[in-house]
C-alpha cells in the first residue's frame, strides 16, 4: 500500500475471530475487503483468550495426570513444572503458529491487511494511523466493527503483572505463585483457577453473587464445584472484596471480615466496551445497548445503515464461536444485498473445568420458567466401558424432551471432551430431532459418543446400559 487514500467496498475494524471471519467471508464472495488490527492478527481469543488458556490447561492437566497413570501402569516421578518452558511453547508453537496463520490465510484470500489503529471520520471513511504507512483515509460502502470487549477493572487493583493480574497478563506470567486469588466466579475465573489447583497451589474463588458460573442448571454447577474442592480450591460466594495488602486479601461474607494469604490476586469480574477510541461520536445515532456494547439487528447491521458490528462488541454471549458465526451472517448480509441472513442460531457453551462441562439448547431453569413439561434421558459417564478406561467416570450426559412430542430442546454433557459431545447434540436440538431419531442412531463402540445414543434411549425408557 503506497497512497494515503484508498478504496474499499468493505472496511473491517479488528482481526479477531469476528473481524477475520467477516472479512475472509466477504473476500470469499467477491468484495474488496481490508482488515485492519492495531495489534496482532488474531484478537483476544488467539493471543491471550480462548487458545493460551487452553495451552495453559492442557500442559497442567498432563502434569497432573501424571499421579492417575500410576493406576494403569505408568509410573513416572513428577519434577518441577516448568512455567518458563509452557511460556515459550505457547508463545512460539501455538500462539505465533496461529496468528501467522490468519495472516496467510488474509494473503491467500485477498483480504488486504493493514496493522493500525482506525477511528471514524464519517461511516463512509475511515483513517487508520499505522506506524509503518503513517495516516491513511479509506473511502467504503460498508464499515463492520469488530473491535471486542474489554476487561473490568477494580479501583486500587490496577494489572501490574507482578501482583495484580487481569485474565489478559496473567497468560503472560514467568513464575508459578503458591497462592492465588480469583475475583470472579465467572467461567474464566474458574477455567484459570483449575490451572493453578493441576499443579497443586492454593486457589480462592471470591464471588459477590450467591452462586458461581452464573446461570448454569445446579446438576452441572455442583460437579464442577465440588471438583474445585476436592483439588484444594475454596469457594465464597456472597462476599465483597475490601483490599489486597501484603499478600494479604481482605473481604467481607455474612457482616465479617476474613482474611486469607494470596501472594497474586487475579482480577475476572467481567467485561465492558469502550468504543471512545472508535470516535463513534463521528457516526451520528450509532445506538448502544443498555449495557454500553453496540445494538445490532438480526442481521449485524446497526442503526446506521451500511455499519456492522459483529462479535464481541454487539454484546453477549461473549465467545469465539459466537463471534465466527457472527462474521459470516455480516458477510453474507453485505454481499448479497437484499438477503437477510439471521444470527439466531443455538449457541453452545463449555467451561473447561474439572469435570468439562458444556451445554446447549434449553436449560431446565427456562424449561420450568417458560411453563414446558419436560422429561431427561440420563446416562452417567461410569455406565460407559470407555470412560472405564479413559478414567472419565465422574458427569453424565443429558438431554432435556419435550413432554408433548419428544422434541429433544436442550442438553448439558459434563466429563472429558464434553466440548467435542455437544456438537452432535447442537445438531440434534437445532434440527428439532426427536429421542427416538437420536436414539437409533449407530455411534462408534467404545466411544464416548455411545453416551448420546444411550441418553436419548433413557428418554424413552430404553437405555440398554444403565
Ligand atoms: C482467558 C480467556 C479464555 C477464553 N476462552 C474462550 C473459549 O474457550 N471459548 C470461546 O468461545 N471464547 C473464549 N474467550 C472469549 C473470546 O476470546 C472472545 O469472545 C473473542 O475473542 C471475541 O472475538 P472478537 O473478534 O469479537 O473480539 P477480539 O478477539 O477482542 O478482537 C478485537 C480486535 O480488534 C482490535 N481493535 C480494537 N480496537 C481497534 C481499533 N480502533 N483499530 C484497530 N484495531 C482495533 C483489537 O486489537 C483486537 O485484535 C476467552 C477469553 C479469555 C480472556
Not at 73 to 86: P, Y
Not at 99 to 116: A, C, D, P, Q
Not at 260 to 270: A, N
Not at 306 to 333: F, Q, R, W
Request: proline share 3%; glycine share 10%; with cysteine.
Amino acid at each position: 500500500m503506497s497512497s494515503n487514500r484508498l478504496t474499499f467496498d468493505v472496511v473491517v475494524i479488528g482481526a479477531g475471530p469476528a473481524g477475520y471471519t467477516t472479512a475472509i467471508s466477504l473476500a470469499q464472495q467477491g468484495k474488496k475487503v481490508v482488515c485492519i488490527d492495531e495489534n496482532n492478527c488474531g484478537g483476544e481469543c488467539l493471543n491471550h483468550g480462548c487458545i493460551p488458556s487452553k495451552a495453559f490447561l492442557n500442559a497442567a492437566k498432563a502434569y497432573y495426570s501424571l499421579d492417575e497413570m500410576k493406576a494403569f501402569g505408568v509410573n513416572v516421578s513428577k519434577k518441577d513444572f516448568d512455567m518458563k518452558a509452557l511460556q515459550d511453547w505457547k508463545g512460539r508453537r501455538v500462539v505465533k503458529k496461529l496468528t501467522s496463520g490468519i495472516n496467510f490465510l488474509f494473503k491467500t484470500k485477498n483480504v488486504e491487511y493493514l496493522k493500525g489503529k482506525a477511528f471514524f471520520i464519517d461511516k463512509n471513511t475511515i483513517r487508520v494511523m499505522s506506524a509503518e504507512n503513517g495516516m491513511i483515509d479509506i473511502q467504503t460502502s460498508y464499515a463492520v466493527i469488530a473491535v471486542g470487549s474489554k476487561f473490568k477493572t477494580v479501583s486500587d487493583l490496577e494489572p501490574d503483572g507482578k501482583t495484580i493480574f487481569s485474565p489478559k497478563e496473567i497468560l503472560e506470567i514467568d513464575f508459578i505463585p503458591e497462592t492465588v486469588t480469583i475475583l470472579g466466579g465467572g467461567y474464566i475465573g474458574f477455567e484459570l483457577g483449575f490451572f493453578y489447583l493441576y499443579l497443586g497451589k492454593k486457589v480462592t474463588v471470591i464471588e459477590s453473587m450467591k452462586t458461581i458460573l452464573g446461570e448454569l442448571d445446579e446438576d452441572l454447577r455442583i460437579l464442577v464445584q465440588d471438583s474445585f474442592k476436592k483439588l484444594g480450591g475454596e469457594i465464597h460466594t456472597s462476599s465483597t472484596f475490601k483490599e489486597f495488602k501484603n499478600s494479604q486479601v481482605t473481604f467481607a461474607v455474612g457482616g465479617e471480615d476474613k482474611q486469607i494469604d494470596s501472594q497474586i490476586i487475579l482480577v475476572s469480574v467481567g467485561k465492558e466496551w469502550d468504543f471512545k477510541p472508535l470516535r463513534i461520536h463521528k457516526l451520528d445515532n450509532l445506538r448502544l445497548n443498555e449495557n454500553g456494547s453496540i445494538a445490532v439487528k438480526e442481521t449485524l447491521e446497526t442503526s446506521i445503515t451500511g455499519v456492522y458490528a459483529v462479535g464481541d462488541c454487539n454484546g453477549g454471549p461473549l465467545l469465539a464461536h459466537k463471534a465466527i458465526m457472527e462474521g459470516t451472517v455480516a458477510a453474507e448480509s453485505i454481499a448479497t444485498i437484499g438477503n437477510k441472513p439471521s444470527r439466531k442460531r443455538l449457541i453452545p457453551y463449555t467451561v473447561f473445568s474439572e469435570p468439562e462441562i458444556a451445554y446447549v439448547g434449553m436449560t431446565e431453569k427456562q424449561a420450568i420458567s417458560k411453563g414446558i413439561n419436560y422429561h431427561l434421558g440420563i446416562f452417567p459417564n461410569s455406565a460407559l466401558g470407555i470412560n472405564n478406561i479413559i478414567g472419565n467416570k465422574i458427569g453424565f450426559t443429558k438431554i432435556i424432551v419435550k413432554e408433548s412430542d419428544s422434541t429433544i430442546i436442550g442438553a448439558k454433557v459434563a466429563g472429558k471432551n464434553a466440548s467435542i459431545l455437544i456438537g452432535e447434540l447442537t445438531l440434534a436440538i437445532q434440527k428439532k430431532l426427536k429421542a427416538d431419531e437420536l436414539g437409533k442412531i449407530i455411534h462408534v463402540h467404545p466411544s464416548q459418543a455411545e453416551a448420546i445414543q444411550e441418553s436419548a434411549l433413557s428418554a424413552l425408557k430404553q437405555s440398554i446400559h444403565y
